[in-house]
């Protein structure tokens, strides 16, 4: 077992008498830009990616929260595989660990954006929260739950009034197009979802995060940032446009740079602050969207 200078005192004395190991590194595929994807094999075998996101300033991990993703959007890689199962709390913590020892840097930042919809398996994640703050030493606001938006799900992580980031993942500025986009929009209409959102911020006192994938020709039209500046106009949060990043099974394009800044520069026109998020690890299928439990096998 790796033992580290990082490892948490109160993990070190569980592990002592519990018979369960670390997760295994399985593989290791370093990007050009820094950024590092690896493969955990967990006790039964499964495997998870994780990925570890220098900058100069902070360490960066992406977590996953479950074996495969069941919420199949349309773009993403990890839907297009079987989900499997929701990771327990220490299967989570180990991801960053695991990261922490192989950059030896103190990891800053964690950001449930890797495989799994961390809404799916709340109670686990919530665990991982707070092993993450209490154990780790990660301020809340330093960790990030990305999610689709399961009903009900929301509502009930607002009256914990955490003080995590809360990233809505959005897509689309009208129902019909989101849920051609994400299948499980279809359950959950947008007017429920910015209803939930506003409770969200009126109940944490906590922004949300707005991402959207830009789709070139798809949603990345004038029309389209005028709708969603509509829905947004007054519910205190921020929209973090994340260029698609190309997975074999479907053939939407890449927005260019120009179209990006166009979207952009749109959306703040309507007084709406927009970032765009730069796609790290893009050569080792590494960014957002690009996880998957397939090429798994074919990296044994
Ligand atoms: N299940 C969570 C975490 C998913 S990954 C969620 O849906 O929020 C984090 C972000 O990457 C999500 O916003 C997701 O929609 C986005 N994403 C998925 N596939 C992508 C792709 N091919 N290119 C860019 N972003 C993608």
Redesign the pocket.
Known sequence: MRRSRFFPRRWRAELKSIPIGRSQLHHRSPAQDGTVKYLLQLADGQIVETVGIPTQKRLTVCVS?QVG?P?A?D????GKGNWQRNLACHEIVDQVLTVQEDFQRRVGNV????????LLNLDSVLAAIRSLNEDVGIGQRSLTL???GIPDRLRKLAKLKLQITL???L?ASNQALRSQL?PSAQHYPLEALFADCREYVATTGRRVSF?Y?VLAGVNDQPAHALELARHLRGLQSHVNL??????AEVD?QRPTANQLQTFMACLQAQHITATLRR?RGLDQDA?????RASQVQAAV
Do not use: K, R
């Not at 773009?75 to 990890?78: D, E, L, P």
């Not at 994340?242 to 997975?247: E, F, K």
């Open positions: 929260s993703c919420m959007c773009f993403c890689a990890t950001v449930f954006m890797g495989m799994g919809e961390p990305s999610t689709v990233a809505v993942s897509h994400v991402e994938i994340i260029p698609y990043n190309p997975i939407y796609s960014a957002c969207g690009q996880l």
